[in-house]
């Protein structure tokens, strides 16, 4: 089949600059099924946060995940959210994992809004996360394995999510590029069609510049 | 349409939620504020099945918001309720903002002649 009308009607279409389709279910489902696994750690740390359960499992640090998850911290940041922090990244988690789920195979073409929010989530919040975690060492003085194993989850995430990210933020770029008309860009992140928005796609996908 | 679907569960849950979250306190205010909810996220959940009506639920972004607000003006520490208020009020935000046909690309992009 001829590029052209590969590019213009197929969903499953690799994109030149990763040799792959960043949308494609075989990259997504690998993040939604990861995404979920963090969700379902962090809904046990939020249970025991509510005092569902008596106890926080930890095989490394022993008590010191408790004193995480019942520090002065954690407190303040119920305070201010009125739930627990970890139902709050559960919560996070589980948007990684809707948001992976949401759209079709070229949603970086045709729903740029669902990609750079689902990078939202997973990106610059995954980092925070991570930092935050790590940090949970200085702060606090204690280390909680679950938390660890979330933060290196999140970064796990935020490296297989950036390239769907990457291709919609360019696919905006190239719009921008051919038109410099704000209107259009808007118009392309809504997932609303335009010449400059198929030729930038198809630029994409075949790799010209 | 899954969206849809989690949408309608979610305000079956928000209705009989009363039941599980029992308080001494405002019952019948409870009953009246998470029934109402819970009836305009099936309305409009169920109107967004109807093509002219198909991005009903949006609205549901706005019921949401509410469920979330007051739950976090709720005084520490929150009660049960307000804590389910928020979480469902965060659940439905997620969901709401996926388009019902999420997974077919958007129609204005079906019916556009691309160049060749």
New interface residues.
């Given amino acids: 089949m001829p590029a ?1 009308a590969r590019s ?2 197929s ?1 499953d279409v690799p994109v030149a600059r990763f040799g792959y389709n960043p949308s494609a279910w075989r990259q997504r489902i690998p993040i939604c099924i990861l995404a979920m696994v963090a969700f379902f750690i962090a809904v046990y740390m939020a249970l025991y946060q509510w005092r569902f359960i008596p106890d926080a499992w930890d095989p490394v640090f022993g008590d010191q995940t408790r004193a995480v998850l019942d520090s002065d911290v954690s407190h303040r940041m119920q ?1 201010w ?3 627990p922090d970890a ?1 709050l990244g559960a ?1 996070a988690y ?2 990684d994992a ?2 992976g789920l ?3 195979t ?1 949603r970086w073409q ?2 740029p809004w ?1 990609v750079i ?1 689902f990078g939202i989530d997973v990106i610059p919040l995954g980092i925070v996360s991570a930092v935050l975690v790590v940090l949970q060492g200085t702060v606090v003085g204690s280390w909680c394995f679950l938390c660890l194993v979330t933060a290196v989850i999140s970064l796990i995430l935020v490296y297989w999510a950036y390239d769907e990210v990457w291709v919609s933020l360019e696919l905006l770029w190239r719009v921008w590029q051919k038109t410099h008309s704000v209107a259009t860009v808007w118009r392309t992140f809504w ?3 335009s ?1 400059a928005a ?2 930038a796609a ?1 630029e994409l996908i075949e790799g010209t510049a | 349409m899954w ?1 849809r679907v989690v949408e309608i569960m979610l305000a079956c849950w928000l209705a009989v939620s009363p039941l599980v979250f029992r308080q001494a306190e405002a019952t019948a205010t409870l009953w009246a504020i998470d029934l109402a909810a819970a009836a305009l996220i099936a309305v409009f959940a169920l109107a967004s099945f109807w093509p002219p009506t198909r991005h009903a639920h949006l609205a549901i972004i706005a019921v949401s918001g509410a469920l979330i607000a007051a ?2 003006m ?1 005084p ?1 520490p ?1 009660s049960p309720t ?2 389910n208020h ?2 469902v009020g ?2 439905l935000l ?2 709401a ?3 019902s046909d ?5 129609a ?2 079906e019916s ?1 002649d ?3």
């Avoid at chain 2, 999420?102 to 958007?106: G, L, Q």
């Fill in positions: 052209n213009s009607r969903l305070r959210f009125r739930i139902a919560f589980l948007g809707v948001l949401a759209g079709s070229r045709y729903r669902m929010l997932g609303r069609p010449r198929a030729e198809r | 969206a739950g976090m709720s520490y929150p307000d804590q928020i979480l965060l659940l997620l969901i903002v996926v388009p999420a997974s077919r690309p958007p204005s992009w556009f691309e160049p060749s």
